[in-house]
């Protein structure tokens, strides 16, 4: 989970727990991370999306170097 300072302060808290769900898939080489929040859920709504996966590396030393492409994408809900 990536949530930034600036959420905390928004609801005004220290924490806020998540529910997330990793669906790793061997054969693509991805990893997908869907998050949301549990406590607070009344106050504020964070959900998350994140995708993670190899990308090759064109070069003699492509046994030695692993490179890896991040997504993510967040929304931010909070009750009015």
């Given at each position: 989970m990536c949530?930034?300072?600036?959420v905390f302060q928004i609801v005004g808290v220290e924490h806020i727990t998540f529910l997330q769900k990793n669906t790793l898939n061997r054969r693509t080489r991805t990893l997908s991370i869907v998050a949301h929040n549990e406590s607070f859920a009344s106050r504020i709504l964070i959900n998350e999306h994140c995708f993670y996966s190899v990308q090759s590396v064109p070069s003699l030393f492509a046994d030695l170097?692993?490179?890896?492409?991040?997504?993510?994408?967040?929304s931010l809900y909070t009750a009015k």
């Open positions: 949530v930034c300072a600036s170097f692993l490179l890896i492409r991040a997504e993510s994408e967040m």
